[in-house]
């Protein structure tokens, strides 16, 4: 009776496992980033929020609010600010280049931060995600 050799198998298993758990390795760390970046964007839009809100009078508050949010991140692609009242909104959009995706061919994904801050009655700040 002929005996084979077993030595290499697991090699071979490796072998074909291991491009799977390089793609979902690069997957978990491009939606970790993507995640980051819209926390890093929704605290930015927090912190101009809280600025315009606490500057309403202010003669230029627009510019200010602007060069504050550009401060944080230049790479932010669309600055929408909209003050009325004592209302404040504020839509950032960016765009944000992911490894994997490049790969097969999606340039960027679209990460967006859209909050709207308030003064209610009792001179309280309320900011909300919209």
């Known amino acids: 009776m002929i005996k084979l050799d077993n030595k290499g198998q697991v090699l071979v298993l490796f ?4 491009p799977i758990i390089l793609l979902i390795s690069i997957l ?3 939606i970790t980033n ?15 929020i809280s600025y315009a809100l606490d500057n309403l009078n202010s003669d230029n508050l627009k510019q200010e609010v602007n060069d504050l949010i550009l401060l944080n991140d230049k790479e932010i692609g669309e600055i929408l600010i909209n003050i009325e009242g004592n209302t404040v909104e504020i839509y950032l959009e960016k765009y944000e280049v992911a490894y994997l995706a490049s790969s097969i061919n999606i340039k960027a994904f679209q990460v967006v931060s859209h909050y709207k801050g308030i003064i209610d009655n009792t001179d309280k700040k309320i900011i909300r995600r919209r």
């Not at 072998?15 to 291991?18: G, P, R, S």
């Not at 993507?34 to 101009?48: Q, S, T």
């Open 28 to 30: 978990v760390i491009d």
């Open 15 to 18: 072998v074909c496992l291991l």
């Open 34 to 48: 993507i995640y980051g970046e819209r926390e890093k964007l929704d605290g930015i839009n927090k912190m101009a």
